[in-house]
């Protein structure tokens, strides 16, 4: 089975398409539609990301193209209004570049995206050079995985870890992503430490434990959420 990804670089696009900094208003328009992406990097040197142009950027030349910015325009829309007159990548992209680096956890690639309202992230290294793109849909792969190769890394992971004397009694079954785990185990007190393991697993959409201690009633579940 293959392992679960835990970071960026496991789930990244790899051939990502950019421009340089004097890239031109229409290579920019044009280079978007003929890849169907919504924003490229834009790079310098030996491929360092120093800014991303998106088409927000991009609008303000159509918003403004037949009327003249009113004052308040003019104040509250600054950096809209530079952009209208821009012509190339470097004037239009926005910087410095939001960006996440190889390493990083797919949680903290999701938590950028959702904190700066962005869709993907160029992924770079140490240096700034760019390595991939990862994109929402990227990191939205972790549920594509099987139910039985999560029932096999909960059983392998958190079952025989917590409960290896009681593991073989454990009843783990996996359906649409949501975990369920059945039987008695001596330390009730390990039911949340379970949950939290499992949560952890990517792929997982939910759990639900109906474990008892071994003086319980096995029929009725101890919910640890």
Request: hydrophobic fraction near 45%.
């Amino acid at each position: 089975m293959p392992e679960t990804p835990h970071i960026v670089s496991d789930v990244m696009t790899v051939t990502v398409v950019s421009v340089g900094r004097d890239a031109p208003f229409k290579e920019i328009v044009e280079t978007m539609e003929q890849w169907k992406v919504s924003a490229l990097p834009v790079l310098e040197g030996e491929g360092r990301v120093i800014g991303v142009v998106s088409e927000a950027d991009l609008l303000p030349k159509e918003e403004f193209r037949d009327s003249v910015p009113s004052v308040y325009e003019q104040r509250q829309r600054l950096s809209d209004v530079a952009k209208a007159g821009a012509v190339t990548a470097g004037e239009l992209m926005s910087t410095p570049a939001v960006t996440v680096h190889t390493d990083a956890t797919l949680a903290q690639a999701a938590r950028i995206m959702a904190v700066r309202h962005i869709k993907r992230l160029p992924v770079v290294d140490d240096l700034g050079i760019l390595q991939g793109i990862v994109s929402r849909a990227d990191l939205l792969k972790v549920f594509l995985r099987s139910d039985e190769d999560i029932e096999e890394e909960v059983r392998r992971t958190v079952v025989s870890y917590l409960f290896p004397a009681l593991s073989h009694t454990i009843h783990v079954n996996v359906h649409e992503g949501v975990v369920t785990l059945r039987g008695r185990i001596r330390d009730t007190a390990l039911i949340s430490v379970a949950v939290r393991l499992i949560r952890a697993i990517e792929g997982v959409v939910d759990v639900e434990p109906h474990l008892t201690g071994a003086s319980e009633d096995p029929a009725g579940p101890a919910s640890a959420r």
